[in-house]
């Protein structure tokens, strides 16, 4: 009879544990989007059908994301300004790149944890897809300067690369800058990172404490979600500047697209991802919050406000994948030499 009471008990605390509340309801009712549980259903978000996932192509993918030998100097990697270890970011307010040229827009480095679900890439939204993000960077002369001829042929000098690009595409496989581009995004799409909001979202009430709570009702009632919204809580491109100039307006010269659109950023693991803004100006995340209500919603928040948030916003902390640092094939005798010009 006591066991069976104990299985009741059970029973109910998990009930009440995992059912729905008006919170959660709002915030799913403001557009706000957990990422799923199951792991079939985000396969099916994450996946590419041009270009599935696979195990071998992400192992590959991962090498190539991690090899300064897409760059010209043969020092920057992908991961020198997403830095997986410091969440997918830099930490510094100019992306630094070739020749450690400051990036001559003074703009700052986006975190590529979950850019999967980013509808645009770049600031100014120019591509939706994480492939032509990665041939950018790769390409451009403040960042990593290698030409896609350098970069097919260095890749192509190396016979382990060969063999594991046969591996994963089949032996007839062309390995040009596309092919090596498009393998990095497919790493970049098992880049997610589930948080305790998530939890919250799909129904685990006491995920969230109180205190957080209250910041994601703070966070919707002063209108937050305008722009940070749907499983990303960001990534779309937005008006900047709706209701006032942003204080920083004069640090780089960067607009937005022709339309004076910016992409949003995403607000998943933002207290890891400082400075904050496409300018990288501002450091205190309560800072940017108050910014942002100023600049794009027209009201002033208050700093107690700005704390609700801040503690809200640290919820989105996600839990990152196990990345365990390649070993990468070695150079020949074929291998172009790294260039400083």
Same mark, same amino acid.
């Given at each position: ?76 990697? =992908?991961? @020198? %300004? $997403?830095?997986?270890?410091?969440? *997918? ?9 070739? +020749?450690? /040229? ?121 209108? =937050?979600? @305008? %722009? $940070?919204?749907?499983?990303?809580? *960001? ?9 006032? +100039?942003? /204080? ?94």
């Amino acid at each position: 009879m006591k066991i069976v009471r104990n299985l009741t008990i059970s029973a109910l605390s998990a009930s009440l544990m995992f059912a729905s509340s008006p919170l959660m309801t709002k915030a799913k009712d403001m557009g706000l989007i957990a990422i799923p549980e199951s792991k079939a259903v985000l396969s099916q978000m994450i996946d590419d059908k041009s270009n599935p996932i696979t195990d071998s192509k992400v192992e590959l993918g991962k090498k190539l994301y991690f090899d300064p030998r897409l760059s010209r100097s043969g020092i920057i990697s =992908c991961n @020198t %300004c $997403h830095n997986l270890g410091l969440g *997918g970011a830099d930490g510094i307010g100019a992306a630094i790149g070739h +020749k450690w /040229t400051a990036n001559p827009h003074h703009l700052n480095s986006p975190t590529v944890y979950n850019s999967v679900f980013f509808k645009a890439q770049f600031w100014d939204g120019r591509s939706p897809h994480l492939a032509d993000q990665a041939q950018g960077p790769i390409q451009a002369g403040p960042e990593m300067a290698a030409p896609p001829s350098l970069v097919e042929k260095r890749i192509n000098s190396i016979p382990e690369y060969i063999e594991e690009f046969k591996n994963a595409y089949g032996d007839d496989v062309k390995i040009d800058f596309e092919k090596i581009t498009s393998t990095i995004s497919v790493f970049e799409r098992t880049l997610i990172t589930p948080s305790r909001f998530d939890d919250f979202l799909n129904g685990k009430k006491m995920a969230l404490s109180k205190e957080e709570k209250k910041g994601l009702e703070t966070f919707i009632s002063k209108g =937050c979600t @305008t %722009c $940070h919204t749907g499983i990303a809580l *960001g990534g779309t491109m937005q008006p900047f500047e709706v209701a006032a +100039k942003y /204080t920083f307006a004069k640090v780089g010269d960067f607009k937005g697209d022709k339309n004076g659109m910016v992409k949003t950023p995403t607000l998943r693991n933002i207290t890891e991802t400082a400075p904050y803004f496409h300018n990288g100006a501002i450091w205190s995340l309560a800072q940017a919050v108050k910014e942002m209500g100023s600049v794009q919603l027209g009201i002033k928040i208050s700093d107690k406000e700005a704390n609700e948030i801040v503690s809200f916003l640290k919820a989105l902390k996600g839990r990152k994948p196990q990345i365990t640092y390649p070993q990468l094939p070695e150079s020949t005798n074929k291998t172009p030499k790294p260039t400083f010009d």
